[in-house]
């Protein structure tokens, strides 16, 4: 089993060689800005659910619902959506041990579900979302939040919500980190991992 | 390469911790409106029961079927094996037809395993002759651990025909790797010969093992593989092993009673203990689909299996 939940993420490659991208003032401004564009976008944030992706797509969606809480007093649904059982990569892995799904008490039915991930990239985990969103009901609109949009896109998905585009050449690497999991926030550009 | 549970000794503590810990999180896909995930579409899981079983083989059918698998029942009776074909020749007749995976229930101890010599597939030992059931002794971990918050440290004690039953076998195995302390209890004649080299403490005394205990598993006695008498009679053996309305009395407040089914109402347990606040009879039938979704899940999802062993 590789995956560990809530663990630490090592940069891969020379860690010094990593390039911070976001520091953590720079990172809560980031979801500050995404938090408001939310509640402008979805007209003060009536009837919005923030699911998550684990791990780190729990967390930004948390925090997302603490600034909104803090803006405009509205506590939002929030809750995460493990898509490893949507995956279309499962068969060039060995399974995967499955992360936490806990959608909120009132469900997604007519909801406006906001996805919320940490690095938008080739869109497949996205993709595996949305599968997974239709199994649990029938939200009335789906939205993308997403903290770092590093392109490469292999699949036709736009995120609503990016809290800052980075630019990557295929061989760099984007690795978010967040207090909860790694002991601090940043957002690193590191080199291409060396092949292990 | 990793691709059978023919054993619940094949299970590591990573192992075992890793399927139930899948199946906490495929319990939720029980409780929704779409109960199906596309995880293990286009495999193929054959059922191929000798034995007669009905919640086994249910359960199989439906944890398969709820991860998008096609599944094939393949009852022995009005098949080619009525007319004398070998377990080998039928083995080889499924796989010529593109199986990923057999689940197999069979009479004869160790018919998994040469199962698992013959074919490419994954093979699930669904209960073999009085060898191993290591997916009941999961979910029965399963629902202990949902109940009493944890394994580690438990008190199990196990009652009745420890003789016949690979549902003791394996659960003995699984404990011991979870690190539960296991205490066997039966009539001397029904228990086998080498247990003590189990890792299990054994005693004859029900009402002195009882208040000690968190977890109280009853197993039935299977007068069909009996060809002897084992005790001198049902209401004898009922009174000095059966668990009864006086003894559940005796239970701490805490302790579960389970019992692997189908049960006989009034020799191993009293009615009024089966449907009684303690006994987790039904969450274990529940339990059952999501722990065997997760041992297809870890067999059959990826490019190779997560647990289990190599045959």
């Given at each position: 089993?590789?995956?560990?939940?809530?663990?630490?993420?090592?940069?891969?490659?020379?860690?010094?060689?990593?390039?911070?991208?976001?520091?953590?003032?720079?990172?809560?401004?980031?979801?500050?800005?995404?938090?408001?564009?939310?509640l402008e976008k979805t007209g003060g944030g009536a009837d919005v659910v923030l699911l998550g992706i684990p791990t780190r797509g729990t967390t930004i969606a948390?925090?997302?619902?603490?600034?909104?809480?803090?803006?405009?007093?509205?506590?939002?649904?929030?809750?995460?959506?493990?898509?490893?059982?949507?995956?279309?990569?499962?068969?060039?892995?060995?399974?995967?041990?499955?992360?936490?799904?806990?959608?909120?008490?009132?469900?997604?039915?007519?909801?406006?579900?906001?996805?919320?991930?940490?690095?938008?990239?080739?869109?497949?985990?996205?993709?595996?979302?949305?599968?997974?969103?239709?199994?649990?009901?029938?939200?009335?609109?789906?939205?993308?939040?997403?903290?770092?949009?590093?392109?490469?896109?292999?699949?036709?998905?736009?995120?609503?919500?990016?809290?800052?585009?980075?630019?990557?050449?295929?061989?760099?690497?984007?690795?978010?980190?967040?207090?909860?999991?790694?002991?601090?926030?940043?957002?690193?550009?590191?080199?291409?991992?060396?092949?292990? | 390469?990793?691709?059978?549970?023919?054993?619940?000794?094949?299970?590591?503590?990573?192992?075992?911790?890793?399927?139930?810990?899948?199946?906490?999180?495929?319990?939720?896909?029980?409780?929704?409106?779409?109960?199906?995930?596309?995880?293990?579409?286009?495999?193929?899981?054959?059922?191929?029961?000798?034995?007669?079983?009905?919640?086994?083989?249910?359960?199989?059918?439906?944890?398969?079927?709820?991860?998008?698998?096609?599944?094939?029942?393949?009852?022995?009776?009005?098949?080619?094996?009525?007319?004398?074909?070998?377990?080998?020749?039928?083995?080889?007749?499924?796989?010529?037809?593109?199986?990923?995976?057999?689940?197999?229930?069979?009479?004869?101890?160790?018919?998994?395993?040469?199962?698992?010599?013959?074919?490419?597939?994954?093979?699930?030992?669904?209960?073999?002759?009085?060898?191993?059931?290591?997916?009941?002794?999961?979910?029965?971990?399963?629902?202990?651990?949902?109940?009493?918050?944890?394994?580690?440290?438990?008190?199990?004690?196990?009652?009745?025909?420890?003789?016949?039953?690979?549902?003791?076998?394996?659960?003995?195995?699984?404990?011991?790797?979870?690190?539960?302390?296991?205490t066997l209890v039966a009539p001397p004649t029904l228990l086998p010969t080498g247990v003590d080299a189990w890792p299990a403490e054994v005693s004859y005394d029900?009402?002195?093992?009882?208040?000690?205990?968190?977890?109280?598993?009853?197993?039935?006695?299977?007068?069909?593989?009996?060809?002897?008498?084992?005790?001198?009679?049902?209401?004898?053996?009922?009174?000095?092993?059966?668990?009864?309305?006086?003894?559940?009395?005796?239970?701490?407040?805490?302790?579960?009673?389970?019992?692997?089914?189908?049960?006989?109402?009034?020799?191993?347990?009293?009615?009024?203990?089966?449907?009684?606040?303690?006994?987790?009879?039904?969450?274990?039938?529940?339990?059952?689909?999501?722990?065997?979704?997760?041992?297809?899940?870890?067999?059959?999802?990826?490019?190779?299996?997560?647990?289990?062993?190599?045959?």
């Amino acid at each position: 089993m590789t995956a560990v939940p809530n663990g630490a993420r090592p940069v891969s490659g020379d860690p010094s060689a990593a390039k911070s991208v976001l520091d953590a003032p720079g990172l809560a401004r980031v979801v500050d800005r995404m938090a408001h564009e939310l509640l402008e976008k979805t007209g003060g944030g009536a009837d919005v659910v923030l699911l998550g992706i684990p791990t780190r797509g729990t967390t930004i969606a948390q925090r997302l619902a603490a600034r909104i809480a803090a803006f405009e007093g509205l506590t939002v649904p929030t809750g995460s959506l493990d898509v490893t059982l949507y995956r279309d990569d499962l068969q060039l892995k060995s399974p995967r041990a499955l992360e936490a799904t806990d959608v909120p008490g009132d469900g997604v039915d007519g909801k406006l579900v906001v996805l919320v991930d940490d690095v938008l990239f080739s869109g497949r985990t996205v993709r595996a979302a949305l599968d997974a969103l239709a199994d649990l009901g029938r939200p009335r609109a789906v939205q993308l939040a997403v903290l770092v949009d590093r392109g490469h896109r292999e699949l036709p998905i736009r995120a609503d919500y990016v809290g800052k585009n980075i630019p990557t050449s295929l061989r760099e690497t984007i690795h978010v980190q967040l207090t909860e999991h790694d002991g601090g926030d940043a957002v690193l550009l590191g080199p291409a991992k060396v092949a292990s | 390469m990793k691709r059978h549970l023919l054993s619940a000794a094949d299970l590591s503590l990573e192992d075992a911790t890793l399927v139930l810990d899948t199946a906490e999180e495929l319990a939720q896909v029980s409780e929704r409106t779409v109960k199906k995930l596309p995880t293990l579409r286009g495999r193929t899981v054959v059922n191929l029961f000798f034995e007669d079983s009905t919640r086994t083989k249910t359960s199989f059918e439906l944890a398969a079927k709820r991860l998008s698998a096609d599944v094939i029942n393949f009852a022995a009776k009005g098949s080619s094996v009525s007319k004398g074909e070998t377990l080998k020749d039928t083995a080889l007749t499924l796989e010529a037809m593109g199986t990923d995976a057999v689940v197999i229930r069979h009479s004869w101890s160790g018919a998994p395993v040469n199962l698992a010599r013959i074919i490419r597939g994954s093979v699930v030992n669904a209960g073999d002759g009085t060898h191993e059931h290591p997916t009941q002794a999961l979910l029965d971990a399963f629902t202990m651990r949902q109940k009493l918050g944890r394994i580690e440290g438990l008190k199990v004690t196990i009652v009745g025909d420890i003789l016949h039953s690979r549902v003791a076998r394996s659960n003995v195995l699984l404990l011991k790797t979870l690190g539960a302390d296991v205490t066997l209890v039966a009539p001397p004649t029904l228990l086998p010969t080498g247990v003590d080299a189990w890792p299990a403490e054994v005693s004859y005394d029900l009402d002195a093992v009882l208040p000690k205990s968190d977890v109280v598993m009853m197993l039935r006695v299977q007068r069909e593989r009996m060809g002897a008498a084992y005790f001198p009679s049902v209401r004898e053996y009922s009174r000095r092993y059966g668990l009864d309305v006086d003894r559940a009395a005796q239970l701490q407040d805490h302790t579960i009673v389970m019992h692997p089914g189908p049960m006989v109402r009034g020799m191993e347990i009293a009615s009024e203990v089966a449907d009684g606040p303690r006994s987790t009879i039904v969450d274990q039938v529940a339990n059952g689909v999501s722990v065997r979704m997760a041992v297809l899940y870890l067999l059959l999802g990826g490019s190779e299996s997560a647990i289990g062993s190599v045959e």
